[in-house]
């Protein structure tokens, strides 16, 4: 295919798009704020050799469908959940993702957010903006320890082996919950697998890295928080929907629960209006756990090699779907 067109649907940094132009007709969704119109999306598919997409679009196969010469699909992201990787691998359709690159700085800010949850950081900092601190007192805004805390990770990944380093510069001790053991975790910072069960209803601080798949989905619900100490925190840095907020919402005001902090939810970006966002005793983030300059730049960066490579039939460096591997 002479000179194949890659559209990218979000706006990204001129020296980032550069490096694609050398090569190939490249547009993109000018804005770095808004998703790309579903309608827009498919217009412009139909003639992309390669689609360079966010977690926020949906990638399925109507999409596919109208795209006819599609070869590769650079996702933005870890996760592909946003991806039917069925259908793009049935159409010989290379996806690609960013692993690795934004493991330790998801690991920085997943370990920020359980601090700021049980330390009462952002609450504090709003009384002092607001005029509100009167004057020092033995319990003002007292929170929660970290140190010496029993820390419980679901999804023992690479991320979550990150957040368990962390953990142990913290003398904190570790359980997991995984689809399959970790030796290194074990090994290195003395995790311990144990049932989801057990990690829930004994740790201090509850941190969820699981990929979003039907089993996950919910898998913090009602039982799930009845189960849990009265002084727990619980941090979701993965997926929204392996929530179900509303019980998130009923433990947290109940006194199940002592706090959340939560980077990712069900719908994103969430309603101002939504009950969780009333709450003191929650941190919420606008699901910006790889957000540094270097990661950020680092995964845009890939998903342009990865692009490049299978558009100049080379294998990509970060495939998905290995199927399509030769």
């Known amino acids: 295919m002479d000179n194949p067109y890659v559209f990218i ?18 547009k993109m969704w000018e804005s770095e ?59 010989d359709i290379f996806v690609c993702n960013t692993p690795d690159v934004l493991t330790e700085t998801t690991a920085d800010l997943t370990f920020a957010l359980m601090m700021a949850a049980a330390r009462r950081i952002v609450e504090a900092a709003d009384i002092v903006k607001n005029g509100e601190w009167k004057s020092w007192s033995p319990l003002l805004l007292a929170g929660h320890d970290i140190h010496h805390k029993k820390i419980g990770i679901v999804g023992m990944g690479k991320i979550g082996t990150s957040v368990a380093k962390r953990a142990k ?80 919402h009923n433990a947290l005001i109940s006194g199940e629960i002592a706090a959340a902090g939560l980077d990712v939810f069900e719908q994103e970006p969430i309603d101002a209006g939504h009950p969780l ?8 983030l606008p699901h910006i756990a790889s957000s540094s300059i270097d990661t950020r730049t680092a995964m845009m960066n890939l998903c342009i090699e990865n692009i490049e490579l299978v558009l100049h039939n080379n294998a990509p460096k970060t495939l998905v779907n290995k199927q399509l591997a030769k």
């Open 9 to 26: 649907t979000r706006k990204l940094p001129a020296q980032i798009v550069k490096k694609l132009e050398t090569n190939f007709r490249v």
């Open 33 to 91: 704020d808004e998703p790309i119109p579903r309608e827009v999306l498919m217009q412009e598919a139909k003639e992309a050799a390669g689609l360079l997409t966010m977690l926020s679009e949906k990638i399925d196969a109507a999409v596919m469908d109208e795209a006819k010469n599609l070869r590769v699909i650079a996702n933005l992201a870890v996760g592909f959940d946003n991806i039917d990787i069925d259908a793009a691998t049935n159409r």
């Open 169 to 248: 510069g913290f003398d904190m001790e570790i359980l997991y919950h995984n689809r399959s053991r970790n030796p290194m975790a074990e090994e290195l910072y003395g995790a311990r697998y144990c049932s989801f069960e057990e990690l829930i209803s004994t740790s201090d601080f509850i941190v969820c890295l699981a990929p979003l798949t039907p089993e996950t989905t919910k898998m913090f619900n009602k039982q799930s928080f009845m189960k849990m100490k009265t002084t727990a925190v619980f941090v979701n840095a993965s997926r929204g929907p392996v929530v179900d907020e509303a019980a998130l």
């Open 277 to 284: 966002l009333s709450l003191k005793n929650v941190v919420a």
